[in-house]
């Protein structure tokens, strides 16, 4: 599976939109780009997935750019409780899960 | 309520000690894993089960073994073995084959051993 690359924290505001980068500039065609987050002592939590178009559910919006190399986790209005370590996980649909280090982000009031 | 189920939450064990840890999932799912996690640090594979039976090493299977004798139920044993058992551990389950997509998690197992 790719190797993915994200900043180890970033900040947000209370209500504003977190945008949390990731890099996979060897991901191949068959990859799928997978977000997960990890509240403090809990298990992970399945976010969103896409392969080359964008996608949104309930929870927040993935942007991938043209060429893969990238993506994008949009939370549209971030609360308290969006505070987490985001992981992005490149995989081919059936293999198991490589967890990096992830984001920490923090979200203040 | 369909969810993973591990227990207990906090283990506590004397090193030189076998210690068996819990995961059970009422979701019908066919796949099955077990991952450590140390602190500031990612989550790392042990053990995964594609079906009942039959079960593959995961990166970091030395001094661990596992079981899956009912799809339901996915045990993990840190045996003496394990040169550093004190970790959190977690369990997750997911369709399974080609059709697997997200993993569920439970809640995972904080196991220290002194």
């Known amino acids: 599976d790719a190797k993915t690359t994200q900043p180890p924290s970033m900040d947000c505001a209370e209500g504003r939109a977190a945008n949390l980068p990731c890099n996979h500039s060897?991901?191949?065609?068959?990859?799928?780009v997978y977000w997960y987050r990890q509240i403090h002592s809990q298990g992970p939590q399945y976010i969103i997935h896409?392969?080359?178009n964008n996608e949104t559910n309930e929870m927040a919006s993935l942007i991938i750019t043209e060429d893969r190399k990238s993506s994008t986790l949009i939370l549209p209005h971030a609360t308290l409780r969006d505070t987490a370590v985001y992981y992005c996980?490149?995989?081919?649909?059936?293999?198991?899960?490589?967890f990096g280090k992830g984001t920490m982000l923090l979200v203040s009031p | 309520d369909g969810g993973i189920t591990q227990s207990p939450k906090y283990l506590f064990r004397k090193e030189g000690q076998n210690v068996t840890l819990s995961c059970e999932q009422n979701l019908n799912h066919d796949a099955m894993y077990w991952y450590r996690q140390d602190p500031g640090q990612g989550l790392r594979l042990i053990y995964y089960s594609q079906i009942v039976n039959d079960f593959q090493k995961g990166d970091i299977a030395e001094g661990y073994s596992v079981s899956r004798e009912k799809k339901e139920s996915f045990p993990l044993t840190v045996t003496s073995a394990q040169k550093n058992p004190t970790a959190f551990y977690l369990c997750a389950s997911s369709i399974g084959g080609r059709a697997s997509r997200e993993q569920y998690f439970g809640p995972g197992t904080r196991l220290t051993v002194t």
């Open positions: 060897t991901i191949s065609g068959n990859e799928y």
């Open positions: 896409g392969l080359k």
């Open positions: 996980i490149v995989r081919v649909g059936y293999s198991t899960l490589t």
